[in-house]
């Protein structure tokens, strides 16, 4: 059963929040708090250990309504039940896209070509288990006899923006390797991290699912030279087997760089760049913190996915915010969504979130095979708060333009400084209370009166002071961050991406604009090899041979 091919904006929900949109476009928040001092309890969801609270958004009980009317006249649900259940919704790749498959428990079904692919999936599951646990127990050495101290992951995309954000959010919870992440085909950054690191005691991970990837193999072949340089130490090829493990399919390219067959982890086309962390593409992640760990990781995400099949439209954490995503960007125009975590764990969040949104609903095809006459795609940025704040905030408080906002907190710090987390999560509510609420005219006056700033020089800063807030925010108040609760987060951004596709009538989940860069780059590094420049625009053909002339 193919995904429903039905334009947003011909259906009757869309023609009415459009109406809708009119007659609200104008009204405070402010307003709407002062006529109903219930207004939080309404709009908020509490589910497990998260609270989300989207009370500080211009919308009425009528625009949820029309919202959730819109997410069942495009067939969401139906949506929903073949997202899960393997159907080939990525069909310009005739693929499944079940990442979900992958935190799922062993005792269910899920069917791909007729096969219950989830044996296959504990199999994998397992030899990472065994495997981490010999690295990180020392059982497993290195060639000179030396336990292993550090990681390397040698991936690009979504082979190294997904474990290296959890790594990263994890550190609470990491043993004694450390995991460093190479990805960019810049030699700079692969060689300030091998300079770092002792031949005889490190383990590198290369995640590649063709095993062809440009960076990748690039990177992967320049560590392969410098681990068997004599300069850095003794190792030999055959030594390369007990250093290197792949994550690919490609057993003959892996095997033919050196690593041994034992040592490959399978993927599998129906799990995408971008959401693979759960499945082996994790590996650093289990020998980072654990396999524990890891498998809480992709329980929690588990339990996030049965909140999103089982739950009504109205309680849906995921649909709620993809919908409101819908409103701000569809009828208000709004272009961009930043996403505040308030601890520096998350400080990869919005750069991994980057490519999970962007990557999938950057198109402007719907799946008719036609362009689009409607916006689709949010800009997603930010920092961890309070950084973000004395760095951007003066855009989002004071600028022209509408970012509607998520802020991610939690309610018990890991260190258990309590003095630090109270000022952190003081100015966590005070930011979106400040957007809600701007500064009133009045209010600058009375600090006026207060600092005794009168005449010309208080006519002259008023309007700087008053700021009109009404700024829409979105709190997500969660009670620690452990690996459940990491998993459950991650898990409502995909399903949110997910819901949004279904919105826009567009394919989510294939990525052919980041096909033609790599295509267009292959031909040109012949050009740059051979050093004869061939036929570009103009300015591709002058900067080339600007470049060949002055390398």
Same mark, same amino acid.
């Given at each position: 059963m193919a995904l429903p091919i039905i334009n947003?904006? *011909?259906?009757a929900a869309w023609n009415k929040l459009q109406l809708h949109y009119t007659q609200l476009k104008n009204v405070s928040m402010q307003e709407m708090f002062a006529q109903d001092p219930e207004r939080a309890s309404k709009f908020h969801i509490q589910w497990n250990d998260f609270l989300v609270d989207y009370s500080k958004n211009i919308l009425t009980q009528e625009t949820m309504d029309l919202l959730v009317a819109l997410a069942k006249e495009l067939q969401l649900e139906n949506a929903i039940q073949q997202y899960f259940e393997g159907e080939a919704i990525n069909q310009t790749e005739n693929r499944a896209v079940l990442h979900t498959a992958l935190r799922a428990p062993e005792n269910s079904s899920v069917v791909v070509d007729g096969k219950n692919v989830m044996? =296959?999936?504990?199999?994998?599951k397992n030899k990472i288990k065994n495997f981490s646990n010999d690295i990180i127990s020392g059982k497993r050495k290195g060639y000179t006899g030396k336990a292993f101290t550090d990681v390397v992951n040698i991936g690009i995309g979504g082979s190294d923006l997904g474990p290296a954000m959890v790594v990263d959010a994890l550190q609470f919870y990491k043993n004694h390797l450390n995991v460093h992440f190479v990805s960019n085909v810049d030699g700079d950054h692969v060689n300030e991290v091998i300079k770092k690191l002792d031949p005889e005691t490190t383990l590198f991970v290369i995640v590649s699912k063709t095993f062809t990837t440009q960076e990748t193999l690039s990177n992967a072949e320049t560590i392969r030279s410098w681990f068997l340089s004599q300069e850095f130490g003794t190792a030999k090829s055959e030594d390369v087997a007990k250093h290197f493990v792949a994550v690919s399919t490609n057993i003959q390219k892996v095997t033919e760089f050196g690593i041994d067959a034992?040592?490959?982890?399978?993927?599998?086309?129906?799990?995408?760049?971008?959401f693979s962390l759960w499945s082996a593409v994790g590996l650093s992640i289990s020998l980072a913190v654990g396999f524990d760990h890891f498998d809480a990781l992709l329980q929690g995400a588990h339990h996030m996915d049965k909140h999103f099949r089982t739950t009504s439209f109205e309680q849906n954490i995921p649909v709620v915010l993809a919908l409101l995503s #819908?409103? &701000?960007?569809?009828? !208000?125009?709004a272009e961009s969504e930043a996403l505040i975590p308030y601890t520096q764990y998350l400080q990869k969040l919005a750069p991994y979130l980057q490519q999970g949104i962007m990557e999938s609903n950057g198109k402007s095809v719907g799946r008719d095979g036609k362009p689009v006459n409607y916006q689709t795609g949010t800009i997603i940025w930010g920092e961890p708060g309070t950084n973000s704040q004395h760095a951007f905030f003066q855009l989002i408080h004071q600028g022209t333009k509408l970012i509607p906002t998520d802020f991610i907190g939690f309610i018990k710090p890991l260190h258990g400084n309590q003095d630090h987390h109270d000022k952190l999560m003081s100015n966590f509510f005070a930011q979106t209370e400040a957007l809600l609420n701007g500064k009133t005219e009045a209010q600058v006056k009375a600090e006026f009166d207060k600092q005794n700033i009168t005449g010309a020089k208080a006519d002259f800063l /008023?309007?700087?002071?008053?700021? *009109?807030?009404?700024k829409p925010t979105n709190t997500i108040l969660i009670e620690k961050l452990t690996p459940e609760t990491?998993?459950? /987060?991650? *898990? /409502? &951004? =995909?399903?949110k991406i997910f819901v949004q596709g279904i919105i826009w009538? #567009? !394919?989510s989940y294939d990525q052919w604009g980041v096909e /033609?860069?790599?295509?267009l780059a292959n031909s040109i590094l012949d050009e740059i090899h051979s050093g004869t420049v061939k036929e570009h625009d103009n300015s591709t053909e002058f900067l080339l041979k600007y470049f060949l002339k002055n390398k």
């Open positions: 947003p904006t *011909a259906t044996p =296959e999936v504990f199999d994998v034992q040592n490959i982890f399978p993927m599998w086309d129906w799990v995408g760049g971008r #819908i409103w &701000y960007n569809n009828f !208000f125009g /008023l309007p700087f002071k008053v700021f *009109a807030g009404n990491l998993g459950a /987060l991650i *898990a /409502l &951004y =995909e399903h009538n #567009i !394919f /033609l860069g790599k295509q």
